[in-house]
């Protein structure tokens, strides 16, 4: 499967409205558990910010969209 995202990328939950604008940090190497192999194009690490905490979080490339939106992730 081809990577839909790079390194900066701001996205966002599918389905999920009010969830955090995130950035993608890198693609991750995930075992798959049915066939056993190591996927390293599918699954991301997506970082975002919530009460001034840093939070990170692994997705799969398909549950995520990207978003044009690049006004930064901290509120003021």
């Excluded at 389905?15 to 798959?32: F, R």
């Excluded at 969209?65 to 901290?74: A, H, V």
Aim: proline residues 3%; charged residues 35%; aromatic residues 14%.
């Amino acid at each position: 499967m081809a990577r839909k995202f790079k390194a900066g990328d701001w996205v966002k939950a599918k389905g999920a409205s009010d969830g955090p604008k995130m950035e993608v940090s890198k693609y991750m190497a995930k075992k798959e558990p049915i066939f056993g192999f190591m996927d390293r194009d599918t699954y991301v690490e997506c970082v975002w910010y919530r009460d001034g905490e840093r939070r990170s979080r692994i997705f799969h490339q398909n549950r995520l969209s990207k978003i044009l939106d690049t006004k930064g992730i901290f509120k003021t």
